[in-house]
């Protein structure tokens, strides 16, 4: 017998544990840091909108349609617009659907004065890798100057979401 059992019992232990934490850090809040952090200038993306008479599929795996595909990163930087977007790809990620729809319940209050964008892995990858995103949700609020303002990994209270917005908008409501 070339291996014993408890060596063999270890080493399959090892295995299951290291699987488990492969998948914590590819879906959820235990994710890898981003890449930007507070501070930090975002890239001049140009990330997937919606045009007039297109499904909303043809920029999301959201099942259901939500109101987070009608700008642009690289122009609400150029128009100074403050801004959240959230990274999250819905159709593999019931954690991602969840913090979109809070984002989507956010968008409906203070849509007209503030923008929110939802960036899908599966359709928009090259800005995750622009912006250093590995894991999911992330969710950042971007001032007028493009620059980062806070950064939520994971779910997001509602009621923080909009303190953010609140926040950038002078404290109007």
Request: net charge neutral; charged share 20%; proline share 3%.
């Amino acid at each position: 017998m070339l291996f014993s059992r408890p060596l063999v019992k270890q080493t399959l232990w090892s295995a299951t544990l290291l699987i488990v934490a492969m998948l914590l850090i590819s879906c959820s809040e235990y994710g890898v840091p981003a890449k930007l952090k507070v501070g930090d200038n975002v890239p001049q993306s140009h990330n997937r909108v919606l045009k007039a008479g297109e499904d909303w599929r043809a920029v999301t795996t959201m099942d259901t349609r939500v109101n987070l595909y009608r700008w642009r990163i690289a122009d609400l930087i150029a128009e100074k617009k403050p801004f959240i977007v959230v990274f999250g790809t819905p159709q593999h990620c019931t954690i991602c659907v969840d913090q979109l729809s809070r984002v989507a319940m956010v968008e409906e209050k203070y849509g007209e004065r503030f923008a929110f964008i939802h960036v899908d892995g599966y359709k928009d990858n090259d800005i995750w890798v622009a912006w250093g995103v590995k894991g999911e949700p992330w969710t950042f609020v971007v001032d007028g100057h493009g620059q980062v303002r806070h950064i939520f990994q994971g779910q997001t209270e509602t009621s923080l979401l909009e303190d953010q917005v609140r926040s950038l908008l002078g404290g109007t409501v």
